[in-house]
């Protein structure tokens, strides 16, 4: 009996042998990957560096004599001249422009977030006829130029005898800061739970306590972040002063330093302007990197719910 062999199986050139091969679009994909994460963080040194470096060069200037100022002016100083910022404080008046600035940056900081979040609060939580009409009125406000109503808002200062006063400012500085707040709060509040408003009117408790005990406690992070932006709006503003405010003893630290600025083409104390310049600029930069924790939290609070 003839036993006949079966020869061994060939693979088919259709049904070839698996191999876990790399995909070929992975390496092209990790180097464009690896390309645009270097000049996203090029483009971000570049960024820092323009922000960063003119900064650094008046404080620097700051501490500098005049003359190493004009001869010399990217050279450190020779040594660290105090009284550059002794007689900016005094003798050009800084101290006088800093006061007022606190003044009506202080009261009108209090105000927007106060008169802002109850707004906001109610926009977000109640429904009532006109809701949305009163909504998007602060929505309208804040695509006002403000340029456009400084010549009716100087009349009616003026006719409500406010003008060069600390609190008629202050009142100004509300009214042009609200918009942007009741914008940012109203959205914010959107995002808190219910829940705990709900459980604290079943426990007895009125809707102003609510509001301030409740729900204004769980909004810090927006209060924070919005009122880091109405500070930086209102410490720097300059239109506003210089229309509504003339009275040289009640001027704030924009029109300080624009003063300043101007006498130095009689007087030429370079030094003193920039030491003027710096104090302007430290309690901006000293708020940022304070709360800036507290901003991006509040920034992105509402995306995280």
Known sequence: MKVTETPPAVPSPRSPV???DTPAGEPAKATEGTVLNV???GMLVIWAVLVVMPLLWA?????KTDDAILSTPWSLPDRLHFENWSRAWTQAHMSDYFLNTILVVGGSLIGTLLLGSMAAYVLARFDFPGNRFIYFLFIGGMSFPIILALVPLFF?????GLLNSVHGLILVYI????PFTVFFLTSFFRTLPTSIAEAAMLDGASHT???FQVMLPMAKPGLISVGIFNF????NQYMLPTVLNTDPDGKVLSQGLVELATSQGYKGDWSGLFAGLVMAMLPVLAAYIVFQRQVVAGLTAGALK
């Open 18 to 20: 698996t191999k876990k």
């Open 39 to 41: 000049f996203s963080h």
């Open 59 to 63: 404080v620097m200037a700051s501490f």
């Open 156 to 160: 009616v200062m003026n006719n409500m």
């Open 175 to 178: 009214a042009y800061s609200l």
């Open 209 to 211: 306590r609510t509001f």
């Open 232 to 235: 930086l709006g209102q410490w």
